[in-house]
């Protein structure tokens, strides 16, 4: 029995989610092979067979393949389902919307955002917005998982690189086309695999005083910036900076909450941190119950001040 892990990437560099999904496919106990799908992905598949752990690598090259659609991975994976017992991908939006379609293929329930493995067939994943963890044994005969990236460490790089083997691509599938990508730039660490987030919440009050006020801290600190919803949906901050539920799940080391009340939708997203910093002028504000340290202080006082000792 072998478990095969779709690897997340965005056509140039092999995400930071794929070596976290990969801690939770080995603990299922069957050797692990990684497949990379995409155009000319070869630096990916090598970057792949050089984490720690890793079987094989297959590799999917062909255009059809370029933006990862749902349907043409899906007639690649269905292809090649007979030989693993585990199907697994990191639950990125990418996976998100392909594993579903290939658990349908299979005809298996699928298992979403897992965040333990307790055993090869039972998994934990939360409901409910995170406020309870579901226990889920599978009795399918061919496992499709979702891991959420979050919630393990990332491998790390053998000594070695395993074996990297050619697959030939599907046909071409219908149902979907890539029109194109307006994507955000920046120097900044990516949201869902800093080690520190600053986040800004609806009390920041418009788009020019979070620039003004969590930007600066976030530099400073070489951290990542984050968004509550309300301050997304404010406009304060593009809704990709969105940590919550309908957001991005993260567990940075340190996270840093500036004027963020604590909505179970936003705790959802991130009170898996090792460190929570609350800063809010409302002293019964819900983040303060799941934070580490809380200061009751005005956030445009406080943050001044921490600049000031930062120096």
Known sequence: MTTLLIADHDGVRLGDATARALTAARQIGHPVEILVAGENVGEIAAAAARLEGVAKVRVADD???????????????VGLAGAYRVIAAPATSTMKNALPRIAALVDVMQVSEVTRVV???????????????ETVRSIEPKLVLTVRAAAFAATAEAALS????????????????????????????ELGSARIIVSGGRALGSAEKFDAVVAPLADRLGAAIGASRAAVDSGYAPNDL???QTGKVVAPELYIALGISGAIQHLAGMKDSKVIVAI????????????????????????PAMMDALR
């Open 280 to 303: 809010n002028k409302d002293g019964d504000a819900p983040i303060f119950q799941i934070a580490d340290y809380g200061l009751h202080e005005d956030l445009f006082t406080a943050v």
């Open 63 to 77: 255009a059809s393949l370029a933006n990862l659609l749902a349907e043409p991975l899906a007639v690649l994976v």
């Open 119 to 133: 055993a090869p067939d039972t998994f934990e994943r939360p409901i409910y917005a995170g406020n309870a963890i």
């Open 162 to 189: 395993a074996p990297v083997e050619s697959v030939a691509a599907p046909q071409p599938a219908g149902g979907s086309q890539f029109v194109g990508a307006d994507l955000s730039t920046s120097t900044r660490p």
């Open 242 to 244: 969105q940590v919550g």
